[in-house]
């Protein structure tokens, strides 16, 4: 198991360290399918799941993720008070990056998320081929800037 702070300069550094992802999503069809998505050994791996907002902030107290990718309608809670929370509890140089999926694509729905905290906005039945390539590559912007701006 690698320190927090190793997992995230590796990241920053652009180093070959696998990605650690909690998936918050209710459905357990859909999320045997975003776990076998997004597994990639070396590169991507689900580390945890969590179907409530409850379930969801044990998880992240319990450990350090990289990537969240977060349903906003969940089985009990919302994914936006995780978001929220996601935020708070981790440090400034250990910002995860936060990408919701959701049915509920409207703008006031992305507007709320962002406001939140969320780095990326994807519609379940249109955006998600983007999905795999936003958790690999992209970052937070969260997370301090490493270039000195």
Not at 25 to 41: A, F, G, I
Not at 72 to 97: D, M
Request: glycine letters at 6%; one cysteine or more.
């Amino acid at each position: 198991m690698t320190s927090p702070e190793a997992r995230a300069s590796g990241i920053n550094g652009q180093s070959a360290v696998e990605r650690r992802i909690l998936l918050i999503e209710d459905s357990d069809v859909l999320s045997r399918r975003l776990v076998d998505l997004l597994s990639e050994p070396g590169r991507l791996a689900v580390a945890a799941q969590a179907a409530t907002q409850s379930e969801a902030l044990t998880r992240l107290k319990e450990d350090m993720y990289d990537v969240l990718v977060v349903d906003i309608e969940l089985a009990e809670g919302n994914g936006v008070a995780v978001i929220r929370q996601a935020r708070q509890l981790y440090p400034p140089e250990g910002q995860p990056l936060i990408v919701v999926l959701t049915n509920y694509a409207s703008d006031f729905v992305r507007d709320h998320c962002f406001a939140a905290g969320a780095d990326y906005f994807l519609d379940k039945m249109r955006d998600i081929s983007l999905l795999k390539g936003i958790v690999a590559d992209g970052q937070s912007k969260w997370a301090p800037s490493r270039s000195g701006h």
